[in-house]
């Protein structure tokens, strides 16, 4: 054995410091002594090479530090090299985050116990990172200063952009005569209305905007205190658990006991979370993700949380411990060895699988819950209970979990109702006591008894909706089609109100709804620092889905489609996510106008879905046409039909472009240094005689990689089933009475899982590249090309200049290139269709990318596409901004491609920005033009982007005055301030067209 | 010039623009001007046959232009040693560069492949009311060219526009042009003879009178002729010659007018073709300018 490197001796040093402090501070000490008693793990840590290996046990109170690392070791820290490791010492945790992002760091083993490392070495370390941070900040305000006086930038307008607009363009906003199936409303552009006429609005949009987050742990904190009580594994009697009645008391205890507020003021009652603005833990998926943050969440820079120190001390001694090997992550890893697909994702460079988080998007079936009420349901529960063979005893818990959860639903509601009439009886105000009285009454009624009203549906709704997110990650769960659904009790109130009374029922329907869209802004997913890098500024993504068609295939844009794009332009939120359908000879162009007014007043939503064409896409499952047409936007874009449908569709994030960077090495991929993929030859080594060879090589490393992903999302699917089966949303997903499993164990009526490709663009670009130069005109040799890259382009300036300029790509109107992103679209949507999951249902392609084109740009290097290392990728499907000056050769090119490879739907941006001087009504008619003819030619989804760079600039220069600038990534809306670097320049630099 | 009706010098197809006329249009930019404005923002527009230009900023330095010149017009082994007394355009050099810091100014085009390129739009066309720019240079310099595209594009039923300068023969402009034309923006610069001779290096005297027989006063045949005026700081944007230009508009029945505030990025684009900027200017107007320039024109309705 050689002698320890110098990093080895301070490595160990740093440790035995650790178990030295945790002897001699009695306060160090407490924090190893949870509610189970010590805690008991073993950390190694240890270069690739060897060159440094040490090890900390930490047991009763105490910690051995050793020069190896044992083969039992909990969690293992393996750096890149010794000065990766070095550089970690003087690193914050956020930073040891993102380490493991660029491949300096990888871990092996459970990555609680990692995280809860990191709890100790900031709680070690905490006044060294905190003047680390202070330092950080420091530097940044620095920069950003030169940047402002650089760019000469000066905060333009006091008022915010959004509301800058909204006033400059209020007095020509447009008016229409009513169209489609409008009944009531005279304008139905309801340009009569303005936020200012809605104070209440206004209010709580303020709250959202420039209220903190508060990590909140009451539903962490329940589930714990249940579970601690009767057992996760057995229960109190030794008998193992039927899951699904487990997660039905479980979620039963955390509806009776969770705190039963209402927000001051408003009109529906019921909170997610016990804070104004909360962030909700699930401990049993990805909740210890933040176990290394709780010291310093409230001090990052990006999106930090606000946290008390009862709920620190909740979460480090209780809830964490309990949940350390109870999570979705670390069950696959102890029952299948830490398998290779899960090893690939934990390096977050090939692919990202959501199951470690949730299964959540999907769309529950509204519908019925008000048609029926919890009653109604239980009856026909219990009906399918009665009938069900009594030898069938998985099918009888099912039932009989569902009655539990039923019965917590209505639970939670008649401790509103009581909240409300307390609150009644204090109120000053005769108004407010008024408003809290009959929200009472509509507690005392729904969701047990069907809806009448619009406000007694829409209490149903939010209250269904709280508690799905008792149960299940707020992680893309969707609202579906609340036009559709809203519109009979709209018409209701309607009616009853008559025609003096019509314009204050439209007046009550804004503000109801307008109440709805806020009160989904309560709440916002767990983000641990590396996700604001991974998924920035995202919030749950609620979607909801107006216009289309019915059911029958009748105009389905409504007086309540018309309402809901009303409270949408008014608000400006990022979430709920607004998609709009619009079915070209059947919508009116009224209604596509208005769509692209929203858009332009909101400068980023709703996104515009072609509805024919996303049917189109979706013929390969033959589905019946009442239930087809019936599709909703999930999460991002994604269609699911409402209520019938299990397609998890958010589910895998996948990185083509990895395959690519490892065709080109052989099956190594250069950041990872790991050649794991199959050896498929080396491009400089002339494994490649022709082009399609090396397409081929493409398509081998692809497989490879998708195979590994879907085993690995099998696992986590099936861990599901065993840790968090869905009784709730199972009861509100058509089949599972029939089937009697619940939705994880596919018990939908309709199963898929859905993936987002990411990079397509850039595939198709580089193989065009290689195609035409490499090949075709022999300008340069495969060898020349890959040293190209290596060097990101350093090496070769002039071959970078060629391919940018001489090139052609895709949504250039190049036949060729968009021939090969067809060709490619369909190989990856036949690879993922030949694939089917745990639940025997195929894997559907989506060619959207949330953020992750950044962030897996980010872990890229250089590209034949000439898209140089660590550079993002575009968006989506996005052509590239090199690709043409004019706008219509990619729209036309986009819409060319063929729907029925694309059954996860796509996202196309567009960023136009109207021509200075123009009118509001003008620049209405320009997007409109654009998305008119862009559907005609046959494109699938587009969503606008109305904001300049210019504008963008000065948000980065000033976010405070831009807290509400609303852009949308890819499929998704966020603040733009709330984003992470790469991404608001990725933003800014993508291309800019005039309109 | 080469003015037969066969084939044109094409500066640029700009698509999906917003700035030329109604709704999403393409504009052709025709190449070869009989003025010389000192101003001119497209002076690369200005001889009717291709030209060679050097963008220095793009240049990667990689010597394949000298490699590829037969005339040795590029001793240095950079477009920046371009000598463009040896250099016979052959665009070898523009050819090889890979970066197009070397690029050809113009290309000789069809009005078949002219209109392959506008027929990839029409879908625009018909949802946004665009449809085909004319502009330049001079359109009219290519009267057979352009009288034969415009037919097609009737044919088409593609909403047509030429932006003049007015030097043209009016005959020929009414016989040949104006039966497919549905809008003409003319462009209306100096009112004064001798500053027009000055400033654009010939007399104005046509140009005037062609205006006169577009002009609603005329009883000619009533189509959209939109007079503009650039306003070239010192030049064009005097009081005297707007005061002058509202008059005589007004006087010719004209109720719309549009006024172009002066760019000035244009001697960049001078420069890469080895002239001089010959007009140097302040830059863009202030808002004071321009509201300045806006009362003399109370009296009509502004195009933007």
Not at chain 1, 580 to 599: D, P
Not at chain 1, 722 to 750: N, Q
Not at chain 1, 809 to 819: H, R, T, V
Request: hydrophobic share 40%.
């Amino acid at each position: 054995m050689h002698r320890p490197s110098g990093t080895s001796l301070l490595v160990r040093a740093l440790l035995g410091a650790m178990s030295l402090s945790i002897r001699l501070s009695p306060r160090v000490r407490a924090h190893f002594l949870g509610v189970d008693g010590w805690m008991d793990f073993r950390v190694g840590i240890r270069t690739v090479d060897d060159s440094v290996r040490a090890s900390i046990h930490f047991h009763d109170g105490r910690a051995n530090v050793s020069p190896g690392v044992p083969d039992d070791a909990d969690t293992v820290l393996c750096f890149r090299d010794a000065a990766c490791l070095r550089r970690m010492l003087s690193a914050t945790p956020e930073e040891v985050m993102n380490m493991l992002l660029r491949s300096e760091l990888s871990t092996r083993g459970n990555l609680a116990t990692l995280n809860k490392f990191n709890f100790f070495l900031s709680l070690l370390l905490k006044g060294r990172h905190d003047a680390l941070r202070r330092r950080r900040a420091k530097a940044r305000r620095a920069v950003d200063d030169r940047v402002r006086q650089a760019e000469k930038l000066r905060p333009a307008a006091v008022l915010q952009p959004r509301t800058a607009h909204d006033a400059r363009s209020a007095s020509e906003r447009l008016s229409a005569a009513p169209c489609d199936a409008v009944r009531f409303l005279d304008d139905p552009c309801l340009s009569a209305w303005s936020l200012a006429d809605f104070p209440r609005l206004a209010a709580f949009r303020e709250i959202h905007f420039t209220r903190r987050p508060v990590l909140c742990a009451e539903r962490a904190r329940l589930v714990t205190e249940w579970c601690r009580g009767n057992g996760f594994e057995t229960d109190g009697e030794g008998r193992p658990w039927v899951p699904e009645l487990r997660q039905a008391q479980i979620l039963r205890h955390v509806l009776e006991h969770k705190a039963a507020r209402i927000r001051p003021n408003d009109l529906l009652p019921g909170t997610t979370t016990a804070e104004e603005i909360g962030v909700v833990l699930y401990p049993d998926t990805h909740g210890t993700t933040i176990w290394g943050e709780l010291l310093s969440v409230a001090e990052r820079e990006l999106n930090p949380y606000d946290i008390s120190d009862e709920t620190r001390r909740l979460l480090h001694f209780d809830v964490f411990p309990y949940w350390e090997k109870r999570n979705v992550r670390e069950d696959v890893r102890r029952n299948h060895g830490e398998p290779l697909g899960q090893r690939l994702d934990e390096r977050f460079a090939v692919y990202f699988i959501w199951k470690t988080v949730a299964i959540s998007h999907t769309i529950a079936d509204f519908p019925r819950l008000l048609r029926l009420g919890t009653r109604g349901m239980a009856d026909e529960i219990r009906a399918a209970r009665d009938a069900a063979d009594q030898a069938d005893g998985d099918r009888r818990d099912l039932f009989e979990a569902m009655g539990i959860v039923l019965e917590g639903l209505e639970t939670y509601a008649a401790r509103l109702a009581g909240t409300a009439s307390r609150e009644a009886e204090v109120a000053t105000d005769p108004v407010r006591r008024g408003e809290l009285l009959r929200i009472a009454e509509i507690c005392e009624r729904v969701p047990r008894e069907p809806a009448r009203t619009l406000q007694e549906a829409l209490t149903a709704i939010w209250l269904a909706w709280v508690a799905l997110h008792m149960e299940n990650t707020n992680a893309g769960l969707s609202l579906g089609r609340l036009d559709q659904w809203l519109h009979p009790y709209f018409e209701a109130d309607l009616e009853a109100a008559g025609p003096e009374g019509r314009r204050e029922a439209i007046a009550r329907a804004i503000e109801l709804t307008g109440c709805f869209f806020l009160r989904c802004t309560d709440h916002l997913p767990l983000v641990p620092d590396i996700g604001n890098f991974l998924f920035g500024g995202s919030s749950s993504d609620q979607a909801v889905t107006l216009g289309g068609v019915t059911p029958d295939g009748r105009d389905g844009v409504n007086d309540m489609t018309f309402v809901l794009l009303k409270v949408t332009e008014m608000l400006g939120l990022r979430d709920p996510n607004v998609n709009a359908r619009y079915h070209q000879g059947i919508n009116s162009e009224t209604y596509l106008r208005r769509l692209c007014e929203v858009n332009l007043v909101t400068t980023a939503t709703p996104s515009i879905h072609n509805d024919a064409a996303v049917m189109q896409a979706l013929t390969e499952f033959s589905y019946p046409p009442e239930h087809l047409r019936d599709w909703a936007a999930t999460g991002c874009v994604e269609p699911t039909l409402c209520g019938r449908h299990f397609g998890h569709t958010g589910n895998i994030m996948l990185n083509l472009v990895a395959a690519l960077e490892m065709a080109l090495n052989d099956g190594r991929h250069p950041l990872m240094d790991w050649k794991v993929g199959p050896s498929t030859g080396d491009p400089a080594g002339g494994a490649f005689p022709r082009f399609e060879d090396f397409e081929a090589a493409f398509q081998a490393q692809l497989g490879f990689l998708v195979d590994r992903m879907c085993e690995y999302n099998d696992m986590l699917g099936r861990a599901h089933a065993r840790i968090r089966p869905t009784p709730l949303l199972s009861a509100l997903i058509d089949g599972t009475l029939e089937k009697g499993r619940d939705v994880t164990r596919g018990g939908a009526r309709y199963n898929t899982t859905g993936v987002a490709c990411i990079g397509l663009t850039d595939v198709v670009d580089s193989l065009t590249a290689i195609r035409q130069l490499v090949y075709r005109d022999k300008r340069v040799t495969f060898a020349a090309l890959a040293e190209a890259l290596r060097t990101d382009f350093a090496s070769e300036p002039a071959l970078h200049a060629l391919i940018c300029t001489r090139v052609p790509k895709f949504g250039s109107g190049d036949e060729e290139a968009l021939a090969t992103a067809n060709r490619m679209a369909r190989f990856t949507h036949d690879l993922l269709a030949s694939h089917r999951n745990h639940r025997d249902a195929p894997y559907t392609a989506g060619f959207w990318s949330m953020s992750n084109h950044v962030a897996f740009g980010c872990l890229s290097g250089a590209l034949p596409s000439g898209r140089r290392k660590g550079k993002p990728f575009t968006p989506g499907l996005t052509p590239s901004a090199m690709a043409s000056k004019h706008l219509l050769d990619p729209i036309r090119d986009v819409a060319r491609l063929d729907p029925r490879s694309m059954t996860n739907n796509i996202a196309f941006n567009v960023k136009v920005v109207p021509r200075p001087g123009g009118g509001h009504a003008e620049a209405v008619d320009e997007l409109l033009a654009l998305a008119k003819t862009y559907i005609e030619l046959g494109g699938m989804q587009m969503q606008f982007n109305v904001v300049g760079s210019d504008t963008l600039r000065e948000a980065m220069a000033y976010p405070d005055r831009h807290r509400d600038l609303l852009v949308r990534i890819s499929g998704y809306n966020a603040y733009f301030v709330t984003l992470n670097r790469d991404l608001q320049l990725e933003l800014v630099e993508r291309a800019e067209y005039r309109a | 010039m080469n003015v037969t009706g066969d084939i044109a010098t094409v500066l640029e197809f700009k698509r999906g623009s917003c700035d030329d006329g109604p709704g999403l249009r393409t504009v052709v930019f025709l190449k070869g001007c009989p003025l010389a404005c000192a101003w001119c923002h497209n002076p690369e527009s200005r001889q009717a046959g291709p030209e060679l230009a050097f963008f220095g900023e793009e240049c990667v330095e990689c010597g394949a232009c000298a490699a590829a010149c037969p005339e040795g017009a590029l001793p240095g082994g950079t477009g920046a040693s371009l000598d463009r007394g040896r250099c016979t355009l052959c665009f070898k050099c523009a050819d090889a560069c890979p970066s197009g810091a070397l690029r050809q100014m113009g290309r000789p085009v069809t009005v078949g492949e002219a209109m392959e390129v506008i027929e990839r739009d029409v879908p625009f066309f018909r949802n946004s009311g665009g449809g085909v720019t004319l502009t330049g240079g001079e359109p009219t310099l290519y009267l057979e060219w352009v009288s034969s595209l415009l037919q097609r594009c009737r044919e088409r039923g593609i909403h047509t526009l030429v932006e003049t300068c007015g030097a043209f023969a009016s005959e020929a402009f009414e016989q040949r042009l104006a039966p497919w034309l549905d809008a003409v923006f003319f462009d209306c610069k100096l009112l004064d003879g001798e500053a027009h001779r000055r400033w654009c290096g010939a007399d104005n005297a046509r140009i005037l009178d062609n205006l006169r027989r577009l002009s609603p006063s005329s009883g000619a045949a009533p189509r959209h002729v939109l007079p503009r005026i650039p306003l070239v700081p010192g030049v064009t944007d005097t009081d005297e010659n707007l005061r002058g230009w509202a008059g005589h508009l007004a006087g010719l029945g004209f109720r719309h007018v549009a006024l172009l505030p002066y760019n000035p990025t244009w001697s960049r684009k001078a420069e890469a073709l080895g002239r001089k900027a010959e007009f140097a200017s302040a830059g863009f107007a202030t808002a004071a300018d321009l509201a300045r320039c806006r009362a003399w024109f109370a009296g009509f309705e502004r195009v933007t």
